[in-house]
């Protein structure tokens, strides 16, 4: 009875023995890495090394790790030899490894192991360093379109130099300044304008302040008051000299007081508060607020319109036009703050420099409607000569 139970034990014993010898029997050594190269990452900096390899073709390899050997002082302090420094590892199939901390003009050495469950292979040493490049030939397309502006802008300067005049559209806004101004004079009340809330080293400000140069000229032409308060002491000191001059441009330098231009507060609501309450008091006839603003806005042109003054807002801030719209009778959006100051003042210069950019605005638009229409059909025909067109056009001209 007892040998007729240990039978069907010898037999699965017999059975699975081949199988746990095969288990316990160490695996194959894997075939090291071949043709490992350490090359320079072009159309960079100076600091990339891209390591390259064949893959293994032995089965079983788990991760490849690349390691490099450790520079003079990397070495650890009393050891012979200092050891092999691991960079990272990539799984099987892999191979390449970017090494990008490496300093210019500095060779290193590399190697690859392939690793399987229980054993390794070293491949060769291969050595390796990194150099600058004076130019990304990947960015060549930036650089062409870049030329093609500056060219366009050196022709309207030379255009608008001679006496051809270009056209520029009409900005009802900057239209209604004389008009404004005229009101403020025949009623006797001051102009307001507030140059926004920061300092010099916003463009915002300078596209204000030149404005201010414009409005102040007209102001002294019409002998109205002006009132300028600001929130920066740069502002103050800058708004004062561009005010001073207007005034002598105009031949009434003698109109001309430095308190005029005035500081509030670096605080954002009190000086909130003290524009409204000076709006409050005063009752001016126009207000106009050309800068950068933020939650102030709408308190600003709230308390104009109360009054019944006529407004007249500028900001490239998107989050605050929707307040001036509503509450001012004209607003200058975004690019039409900085445009001002060509299509007032008629500088050549500046003129040649508004229509240069609107032709390097009408190539982006070009390229995006092509591009647009080549990827819509590419998907609708499955046709590679137009999807390396879109290919093209956006990874190689704006990328």
């Known amino acids: 009875m007892k040998l007729l139970c240990t039978l069907p034990l010898w037999y699965a014993a017999l059975a699975l023995g081949p199988l746990l010898e095969a288990q316990d029997a160490p695996s194959e050594a894997p075939a090291p890495p071949t043709r490992v190269q350490a090359l320079d990452v072009p159309n960079d900096s ?16 788990h ?26 590892t990539v799984g099987p199939g892999e191979e390449a490894w970017t090494f990008s901390s490496a300093e210019r003009g500095v060779r290193y050495s590399f190697k690859v192991v392939a690793i399987t469950a229980d054993s390794s292979a070293d491949s060769e040493i291969v050595t390796g360093e990194s150099r600058a490049q004076w130019f990304d030939w990947n960015k060549l397309w930036i650089l062409i379109i ?7 802008v050196i022709l309207f300067i030379q255009l608008a130099t001679r006496g051809r005049k270009l056209f520029v ?30 300092d010099m080293d916003n463009v915002q400000t300078l596209a204000g302040l030149t404005l201010l140069g414009y409005v102040s000229r007209t102001i002294a032409e019409y002998d109205a008051k002006l009132d300028v308060p600001v929130s920066r002491s740069l502002v103050m000191t800058t708004g004062r000299e561009v005010v001073k001059q207007a005034y002598l441009e105009a031949g009434r330098p003698e109109s001309y007081n430095e308190d005029m231009v005035h500081y509030l507060t670096d605080e954002q609501f009190g000086y909130v508060a003290g524009v409204n309450g000076m709006l409050l008091r005063d009752e001016p006839a ?5 800068g950068a603003f933020f939650a102030e806005s709408l308190l600003l042109a709230e308390t104009g319109n109360r ?31 900085f445009a001002a100051s060509a299509y007032l003042s008629g500088d050549p210069k500046q003129l040649g420099s508004l229509k240069g950019q609107d032709v390097g605005k009408l190539i982006v638009m070009a390229a995006i409607v092509l591009g647009s229409l080549a990827a819509t059909v590419a998907l609708w025909t499955g046709s590679e000569s137009l999807q390396s067109v879109v ?6 001209m704006f990328v």
């Open 46 to 61: 100076g600091h990339a090394i891209e390591i390259r390899w064949k893959d293994s073709p032995a089965p079983g390899v």
């Open 63 to 88: 991760t490849y790790e690349v390691f490099r050997s450790p520079l003079p002082g990397e070495a650890a302090r009393g050891a012979t030899e200092a050891p092999w420094l691991s960079l990272g």
């Open 146 to 152: 870049g030329g093609t502006i500056c060219l366009f």
């Open 169 to 198: 559209r009409k900005i009802a806004g900057l239209e209604a300044v004389d008009e404004a101004v005229g009101r403020a004079t025949e009623m006797g009340r001051p102009v307001v304008f507030v140059p926004g809330i920061m």
């Open 286 to 290: 126009t207000c106009l607020y050309m």
């Open 307 to 337: 009054i019944g003054a006529i407004q007249i807002a500028g900001t490239a801030m998107p989050s605050q036009l929707p307040f001036f719209v509503a509450a001012c009778d004209y607003t200058l959006m975004g690019e039409e703050l």
């Open 391 to 396: 290919d093209f056009l956006k990874l190689e």
